[in-house]
Structures are given as structure tokens and as C-alpha cells.
């Protein structure tokens, strides 16, 4: 699996066409519909963007996207193609295109999800991509995986472990099937995810809420620097999961802590690289400044864009996961 910071061919996305991520009004509706929309034409202004649109929801995706996206129209559940979608990889020459079926049951087999389309469409999608398609029986999504693209990935315990996803599972045998699938050699495992991860909504410790890696031997971590948010203990703890030879370059959480809910899991690391570019999440929030400096030094030569995600965040997710790269066949320098 290539690292995100190589050259894509395009970027794929699904549509919102149903369940809670609509919400119960339509207002709510059109809230998700604008924020999706935003996501898309953001990332279109570096690279092409691929929709996949229920057939139910197409008129409204077409009222809100424009004709440089592209849509192609399939049964969904839901809306989080990078969990849902195939995770996308190369042979060893470079020259085929390979596609992860991850098996997918709602994150875990929670009670409020439907995933009877989902499931299928990363086969679909592999279909349209021209992909030879690399089946997999480990339940995972693409959210819970962050490659450097030279041989690491970063997974969290509570995740790939899961009894809701892989019961009988241990660690070897999830190592086993990353090696396989995505050709790394090393797994760092993380004890966890965000606090906010674990409630209804959430994914129980996706590693894209917490950590990116911009190049091999750097990390960009979440960092809470509320001692009374519970994050606070939690990125504590993670700082040690990473290799003593790593570099930790801390990425400060939104001054906001709280919403009417609790303790909030907004951050800047669930951003999304992309050809000569990366889409950030924001937050109105003073430290949205800050934060787009951290990530253009960190992706030196790549313009960072923002896009309000406070509507993601609210539904369970941000920005790099509603999005999903397709890397160019023959491509090892970085886009």
C-alpha cells in the first residue's frame, strides 16, 4: 500500500443518501449534503474526484456537486468510503493495481448500522477502478490503517481486536493478514482511539483520529493539552506505542473541548493528502490558523485548504474518512 502522499489517479467519495448521517430533518439533510459537497470540490481542486451516488439520491447529489465530479451510481447504506471502499494497493512492479476487500460489518456489528450494500461496494468500486481484487475474512476499515509506505502500518488494539469484528483474532494473526494484504513489514499497535470514538456513533479507536504519518520515521499525533479533557491522559499514553527513532511532531486539538455532549474528538489529524495538496479540517476555531501552518511544513510543497467539519464530527467522522486515494500505477515519487 502506498503511502498518501503518492501521486493519485483520483479520489473516491460516497454520497449521503440515508440513516443517521442524514439526520432527522431535513435540514440536517441538507447540512450533510453541502458539508460531502465541500469535501468533494475542495479535493477536486488538485485531483479528480469519483462519487458514488445511491440511485435514490442522485438528483440531489447533482444539485450539489459540480460536473468535475464525477458520479457512478450504486446501492449504499452509508457514507464513510474509507471505511466501506477497498483499500487500494500496488504489486512490486508498480504496474498493477491491486484492491483490499476488507469484510465489512458496521464497525463492529453496531446496533444502529445497516451495511448490506456497504459491504459489497468496495468490489464494485475495484470493478470500476480495473483492480484485481485481494479478498480478505479480517473485519477492518480503512480508517483503523495509516501507512508510511515503506513498510509500516499504524493499527490500534481496540480495532483489529475487536470481539465485535474479529473474535478469535490475536495479534500475530492480524499482523499476518496486514503482511499479506498490504505488503508492511512492521505493525505499531495502539493501546486506543479517542474517547468520544468509544459512544454510539463512534468507530471504538480508528488510528486516523490520532495519528498520521507524512514520511517515514515522523509522526503526526493528536495532542490534548486540556488536562481535563480525557483525551489528555489518553495521547499520553500513546507517545511510547512509536518507535524511539520516530520523530513526534505534536498537532494542538482545537481550544474548544467541549460541546453539548461531552468531551469533543475535534482534531487536525483527520486531514487528507492529496495531489499537490491537503484538505484540513476546521473548526472556527483559533487554533484552525496554527494548525494549517503545522501541516503545510509538515507536507512541504503541497497547499493546505480547509473545510469546516464540525458537521462530520458531529455524524462520527471528518474528513479523511469520507475520502479514499486511488494511487497511480508507476508512481514512486510523491505527488
Not at 505499531?188 to 483520529?209: A, I, N, P, Q, S
Not at 495538496?277 to 476555531?285: E, I, L, P, S, T
Request: net charge negative.
Amino acid at each position: 500500500m502506498p503511502a498518501e502522499t503518492a501521486r493519485h489517479d483520483c479520489t473516491w467519495m460516497a454520497w449521503p443518501s440515508s440513516g443517521y448521517t442524514l439526520g432527522e430533518t431535513e435540514a440536517d439533510a441538507e447540512e450533510a449534503r453541502r458539508t460531502w459537497a465541500a469535501v468533494a470540490h475542495a479535493v477536486a481542486e488538485f485531483e479528480p474526484v469519483r462519487m458514488v451516488v445511491d440511485p435514490a439520491a442522485v438528483d440531489a447529489a447533482r444539485r450539489h456537486l459540480g460536473r468535475e465530479i464525477e458520479l457512478l451510481e450504486a446501492p449504499l447504506d452509508d457514507a464513510w468510503m474509507r471505511d466501506i471502499g477497498p483499500t487500494f494497493v500496488l504489486d512490486p512492479t508498480g504496474t498493477r493495481l491491486g484492491a483490499v476487500d476488507w469484510v465489512f460489518n458496521g464497525w463492529g456489528a453496531q446496533s444502529w448500522a445497516s451495511w448490506e450494500n456497504d459491504a459489497r461496494i468496495a468490489r464494485t468500486i475495484a470493478e470500476w477502478a480495473g483492480a484485481t481484487l485481494v479478498p480478505s475474512e479480517m473485519v477492518n476499515e480503512g480508517g483503523a490503517i495509516h501507512v508510511d509506505g515503506a513498510g509500516t502500518v499504524l493499527v490500534t488494539r481496540t480495532v483489529q481486536l475487536d470481539p465485535g469484528r474479529n473474535p478469535g483474532w490475536d495479534a500475530e494473526k492480524v499482523e499476518a493478514e496486514l503482511r499479506r494484504t498490504l505488503g508492511v513489514e512492521t505493525v505499531v499497535w495502539l493501546e486506543r482511539g479517542l474517547t468520544r470514538d468509544y459512544e454510539e456513533f463512534g468507530t471504538r479507536g480508528h488510528v486516523d483520529m490520532v495519528a498520521a504519518v507524512p514520511e517515514p520515521g515522523v509522526v503526526l499525533l493528536h495532542a490534548q493539552p486540556s488536562t481535563t479533557h480525557p483525551d489528555h491522559a489518553v495521547m499520553t499514553g500513546l507517545r511510547t506505542a512509536f518507535p524511539g527513532h520516530w520523530r513526534i511532531v505534536d498537532i494542538p486539538a482545537p481550544q474548544r473541548t467541549e460541546d453539548e455532549l461531552g468531551p469533543v474528538d475535534h482534531n487536525y489529524i483527520n486531514h487528507y493528502v492529496c495531489n499537490g495538496g491537503v484538505v484540513a479540517c476546521a473548526y472556527d476555531d483559533p487554533n484552525d490558523g496554527p494548525a494549517r501552518e503545522l501541516l503545510a511544513a509538515a507536507y512541504p510543497g503541497r497547499r493546505v485548504v480547509s473545510v469546516d467539519a464540525r458537521p462530520l464530527f458531529a455524524r462520527g467522522g471528518g474528513i479523511h474518512c469520507i475520502t479514499q486515494q486511488q494511487p497511480s500505477l508507476n508512481e514512486s515519487e510523491p505527488a
